[in-house]
């Protein structure tokens, strides 16, 4: 149950600006979501699997002199870039915390607020941490999850591409490869499809989703243009594209038309209290 030994995306500088690139496709769910977690000026924030810091500064905006976020992650170099990113976000504290998000220690002592963003599906067996987390809460905390589902829209493109929308091909060698990726390294392409189930199973109260579709714009194929170079020698030990594939999908994708593709990937936003 515990983290993947490494992250199964990249970590390096190039990996933050897909971060950034990805912040700003989910601007609308993240901001939605804080609004339904009524942050206050002074709550202690803890963030699980903050990364560089995207989804923390939204939360920072938020807090005020008195404000606490506890920023989680198992990567130290990722942390370093947090700091650095958030070192001006406003007044509340951001306290880094390097360690395994899935361990729930003792940073999440006194959390009036949990959240985390695109971290859940990088956790082998995920559901069960949404039970024990919700059992190391005090009654009453607010939580917020936003997860992607990289398995909902192929529906949609597998039609597509059955009835003559061949221009949707690379699309599906996208999505084939990440949800193959993801099963070799036993960890859930599509956690956010189940989250609200899963949350009322463990208990947890006034439990609310919406599906947030990302339409498959110029920001979208560069995500996965960038997602490829990042793994793309993983993608070839695992037998899953050969680095000759991955720079062929990498030029059909920049092929593609600019408009009228069907959407690759989405969000759940799921908000509750434990």
Not at 145 to 153: A, G, L, N, S, V
Request: aromatic fraction near 6%; hydrophobic fraction near 45%.
């Amino acid at each position: 149950m515990n983290m993947p030994a490494e992250y199964v995306l990249g970590q390096t500088d190039r990996a933050a600006r897909r971060l950034a690139i990805q912040d700003e496709h989910l601007a609308e769910p993240s901001e939605r979501l804080l609004d339904q977690l009524r942050l206050g000026p002074a709550d202690r924030v803890v963030e699980l699997g903050c990364g560089p810091g995207g989804f923390s500064r939204r939360v920072l905006r938020r807090l005020a002199d008195g404000g606490v976020l506890v920023g989680v992650d198992a990567s130290p170099g990722l942390l370093e870039q947090a700091k650095a990113n958030l070192a001006a976000a406003g007044p509340a504290k951001f306290e880094p915390v390097a360690d395994d998000v899935a361990a729930l220690g003792p940073w999440l002592d006194g959390a009036d607020v949990v959240v985390g963003r695109a971290v859940l599906h990088h956790v082998p067996m995920g559901e069960f941490m949404i039970g024990r987390l919700r059992a190391r809460l005090r009654p009453g905390t607010r939580v917020g999850f936003i997860e992607p589902d990289f398995r909902t829209p192929l529906a949609r493109i597998g039609h597509l591409e059955a009835t003559g929308r061949a221009d949707v091909a690379p699309l599906r060698v996208f999505a084939t490869a990440i949800n193959q990726l993801y099963a070799a390294r036993r960890i859930s392409p599509a956690i956010g499809a189940t989250l609200a189930p899963t949350m009322q199973a463990a208990g947890y109260q006034k439990v609310r989703a919406a599906w947030h579709e990302l339409p498959s714009d110029a920001s979208v194929i560069e995500n996965i243009s960038m997602f490829y170079e990042e793994v793309r020698d993983v993608l070839a030990s695992l037998g899953i594209l050969t680095a000759s594939e991955v720079d062929e999908q990498r030029a059909l994708l920049r092929s593609l038309p600019a408009e009228g593709l069907p959407a690759v990937w989405g969000v759940q936003r799921v908000a509750a209290e434990a």
